[in-house]
Structure formats: structure tokens, C-alpha cells
């Protein structure tokens, strides 16, 4: 299995921000600001679904402004339409439009969550869980995913990484926790990890764990990629609502995480546009620097 | 295929607080038809109890719910104390697809199917939904539409747009352009004849 740090174009990038509509104008404001954008390509198309001879309707405006910002910056493709974790075959209409976008913007690295949200009805109809929902950590799953995963390694040559994903519920019984899980997918295809680490805060504060000890039980030589966030409390809970800017336990985290982790790549901020007003140009611009300080830690360990 | 049938069965709960209710209550009859094994049946039955699953729940509908909110928002406003059981029984008669976003149009045929066979009676809402439904169409596709109001369009969306439904409005056949070009969208009235406040 090929390790995602041998695979072509293995240089760190830096510290990127997931794209949203309010980054055209902070980057017209700041262009020298990221070193990377992280795209979700599945929102620059219509899905018409897979019974359609024209399943993937992109949409005109949002591309063109992509194009317009790839021309200055490296672009990593972040899916959330594989729904790795759904029972049944790889969705392979959505692996080839991801084929085509990553020879398109040539990203580096491609990613998606572990996770499912693609379900297929008795008769065919294909629809939508509403949320990423969690897989359990059961051997059968492990299967099923690691299957999936070769088969998008093998039409994308570019690495693949798999996001930890932020759940609500806790599925008893498992035959795996967590990061077992995420070791053997990874040891079993040679997958890399995206670690979500607000997506562990989240969880770890929800379910009551400690989340420099999920972190520490990861083999960490799979992560490519990290991503930072910020949240919010709902209903008793904390979300990862992408509210505006990530806070400090999180920041512990990536300064205790980075420099144990000897193949980074990218640092990943991702806020969602309807709080850039309130999160401010200037606040953006302080998240990213601090994550390129904290960045410039990897591997030293 | 037990994993199918334990996704499918997991997913109809987020999407329902009132089949969690049910199986929280014990009623293991909203599990028949699918294919479970024992220890998915004990999942099920776990994770309707956790706090987790009202959260999952809530985010299920607030992630349907925002599109149309986004897409619809005067439709929305006009619609007012009416809005709730229409999303429940659009929600209730269509199964969604892999995409949200498509919901606006559908959600929008559904209100007009509504408003044809007299299911639904809402004010302003016929012409405002058409208009709406027009504007989401040229933000995808260059072009151009003309959508035909029976109030004046200027000060009935203003008072929309703000949250409020106007209590009245001149009445008269108006004609309002649309025209998408180059990303841009204007929108101007191109014809009036105004006759009374309605």
C-alpha cells in the first residue's frame, strides 16, 4: 500500500481556508493571505441523479469564480458525495466527476468523511440522510469502507484522505473504537487522515472523553491535512456549526498535535460565510496567522 | 442487506421526532419492514433514549428547512403561521433527494399545487412564489422571465423582505421583468395599471 506522503506532489502546502462565498471578497482584500483553498465540489454542481443522462449541471457563476481564484491558488478538493460509509457499491457517476475536477484544478489531495448521508431506496431512488450520520466501528464496515476507498485510490491519483466525522449519538456495542477504526482503514488502503480536530473537541466534550488521548491513540504518520473550526451550543449539546473562530482548546490541540505529525500538509480553517461579518477581516486574518506559526511546529516532535 | 436496513431505519428516525417518540416509548412496530439484525435492533432502541438523537433530529430539519428559507424567504414570510404544516406535509408526501437545494423548486410546485386545488388559501402568496421561483431559476441560468403580480411588486416585497405581511396593497395587473446576465440579476416593473388599495 502506498503511504500518502510517497504519492506524487508531497510538499506541505501551508495553512488554507474552506472555500465559502464571503472568500472572494476577504481574498480580493487579502491575497496573499492562505496558501491553499479547500473546495466542496459538490456544491458547484446540481445533482440531477444517477438515472439522468446529464447527472451534474455545474453552476456557471460559482465555477467562474472559482476559476478565477485557482489561477492564484492551489486547490484541494474536500467531497462530501462519496458517503463512503453507505451500505451498497461506491457511487461511481460522483467518482468520475471527482476524477475530472481533480485533473481540472489538479488538487493535491482529495477527502471526504467517514460518515454516510446516500441512501438508496428498494426502488432505486437515491436520497438524502439530512446529516453526516455515523458508521459503526464493526469489521463489517470496516470492509465495506476500505473497499471504497480502493476503489477511489485507484481512479484518483492524487492521496485520499478520510475525515473523523462529529457525531451526536453514541452507537453501543462496537466491535472498534474510533481511532482503531481510522488505524486499520488506513493501514488496510493506505489512506491518509484528515484530523478534524474540532470535530474531536466536539465529541470529546459531548461524549465525555479526553481529546488529547483520541488524538494520541491515531497514527498520526497518516495525517496529511488538519482542519480548525469554530462551534456553537445547541440544545445541550456543541455543534460543529463552523460559527466564527476557533476556540483556544482547539488551538491547544493543534499546538500539541503538529508537531507530532510528520507528514502535514495544509492547515484547514473552515468558518461558515453567514458569520464572516461578525468574525471580521482582521480577526480572519489573526486565525490564519496563528495557524501558520503553529504550522511551521510539524514534525519537530 | 442487514447494514442497508439499519441506515434506513436509522435515517427515518432523524428525519421523524415522532417515530423516535414512538420507539422511545417502547412501540417496536415502527422498526418492522426493515431488515435488522438483534444487535441493530438494540442500537436503535439505545440511541433513540441518548440526548444526541433530539440534536440529530433538529440539524436534519434545520438542513432541509434552510434552503427554502434561503431560496424562498418572502414565500416563506407570506405563508406566516401556515408555513410549519406545509413543510410537514411536503416533507411527509416527498421523499428528498441527494441534493436540498432542489428542494426549493419542488417545495415551491407543492405550494402551487396547493394554491390550485384550494388545499391552501395565502394571500400574496401565488404571485410572490412565482416570482421567487423565477429569481432562483436565472441565479443557475442566463436569461430572462416576466412573472405577473395582481399587487403592486414594489411595496408587497418590501414589506416581505422585511418579515412583515402588508395589510394592504393596490391592486391593479403588473408585470415585473427579470433578466440574468454576466452573474448579475435585474428585476424592474414593466408595466402597471394600478386600481385601489386591496
Known amino acids: ?33 492562505v496558501d491553499y483553498l479547500e473546495v466542496i465540489p459538490d456544491t458547484f454542481w446540481s445533482d440531477h441523479g444517477a438515472s439522468s443522462s446529464s447527472r451534474f449541471e455545474e453552476i456557471a457563476g460559482a465555477v467562474s469564480d472559482l476559476d478565477r481564484l485557482a489561477a492564484d491558488h492551489p486547490i484541494v478538493g474536500h467531497s462530501i458525495g462519496f458517503s463512503i460509509g453507505s451500505a451498497g457499491e461506491l457511487d461511481l457517476g460522483q467518482l468520475r466527476q471527482i476524477a475530472g475536477w481533480q485533473r481540472r484544478y489538479r488538487f493535491p489531495w482529495h477527502s471526504d468523511h467517514l ?44 492521496p485520499f484522505l478520510v475525515e473523523n466525522n462529529v457525531y451526536f449519538i ?60 469554530g462551534g456553537s451550543e445547541f440544545a445541550g449539546m456543541y455543534t460543529d456549526s463552523h460559527a466564527g473562530p476557533c476556540p483556544e482548546p482547539v488551538w491547544q490541540l493543534l499546538e500539541a498535535t503538529v508537531p507530532r505529525v510528520p507528514h502535514l500538509r495544509g492547515v484547514t480553517f473552515e468558518f461558515h460565510e453567514s458569520y464572516y461579518d461578525a468574525l471580521g477581516e482582521d480577526r480572519l486574518r489573526r486565525e490564519i496567522e496563528r495557524a501558520r506559526q503553529v504550522f511551521g511546529l510539524r514534525g519537530v516532535a | 442487506m442487514s447494514i442497508a436496513g439499519f441506515q434506513q431505519a436509522l435515517s427515518d428516525l432523524i428525519a421523524s421526532p415522532q417515530r423516535c417518540l414512538r420507539l422511545r416509548a417502547g412501540d417496536q412496530a415502527g422498526l418492522e419492514g426493515y431488515e435488522l439484525s438483534e ?111 395582481a399587487h403592486d411588486p414594489v411595496p408587497l416585497l418590501e414589506a416581505l423582505t422585511e418579515g412583515r405581511v402588508p395589510g394592504a396593497v393596490a391592486t391593479g ?26
Open chain 1, 1 to 33: 500500500m502506498g503511504h500518502p506522503e510517497s504519492a506524487p506532489g508531497g510538499k506541505p502546502l501551508g495553512v488554507g481556508l474552506l472555500y465559502n462565498t464571503a472568500l472572494p471578497e476577504f481574498l480580493a482584500e487579502n491575497p496573499e493571505a
Open chain 1, 115 to 158: 460518515s454516510f448521508a446516500r441512501l438508496t431506496a428498494h426502488d432505486g431512488h437515491e436520497h438524502n440522510a439530512g446529516l453526516a450520520v455515523p458508521v459503526p466501528y464493526d469489521h463489517e464496515l470496516l470492509d465495506l469502507i476500505a473497499a471504497k476507498v480502493a476503489a477511489i485510490q485507484r481512479r484518483v491519483p492524487v
Open chain 1, 170 to 229: 453514541d452507537i453501543p456495542e462496537q466491535e472498534m473504537s474510533e481511532p482503531e477504526f481510522l488505524n486499520a482503514l488506513c493501514e488496510r488502503t493506505g489512506c491518509g487522515l484528515l484530523l478534524d480536530l474540532h470535530n474531536v473537541y466536539a465529541n470529546a466534550r459531548n461524549h465525555d472523553f479526553d481529546a488529547a488521548a483520541f488524538v494520541a491513540a491515531l497514527d498520526l504518520e497518516r495525517v496529511v491535512e488538519i482542519h480548525i473550526a
Open chain 2, 39 to 149: 444487535r441493530e435492533r438494540r442500537r436503535l432502541a439505545a440511541v433513540v433514549l441518548q440526548p444526541g438523537m433530539s440534536v440529530s433530529c433538529s440539524i436534519y430539519r434545520a438542513n432541509r428547512l434552510t434552503p427554502i428559507a434561503g431560496g424562498l424567504p418572502c414565500s416563506c414570510t407570506a405563508l406566516g403561521d401556515a408555513l410549519p404544516a406545509e413543510i410537514e406535509a411536503f416533507w411527509a408526501a416527498e421523499a428528498t433527494d441527494m441534493q436540498f437545494g432542489r428542494e426549493v423548486e419542488r417545495f415551491g410546485r407543492f405550494l402551487g399545487e396547493r394554491l390550485r386545488s384550494g388545499g391552501l388559501e395565502c394571500r400574496y402568496l401565488d404571485e410572490v412564489l412565482s416570482f421567487e421561483l423565477a429569481l432562483n431559476r436565472l441565479r443557475h441560468e442566463e436569461g430572462a422571465s416576466t412573472v405577473r403580480f
Open chain 2, 173 to 198: 395587473s403588473y408585470e415585473v421583468v427579470l433578466e440574468a446576465n454576466a452573474g448579475d440579476i435585474r428585476v424592474w416593473v414593466a408595466s402597471e395599471s394600478g386600481t385601489a388599495s386591496g
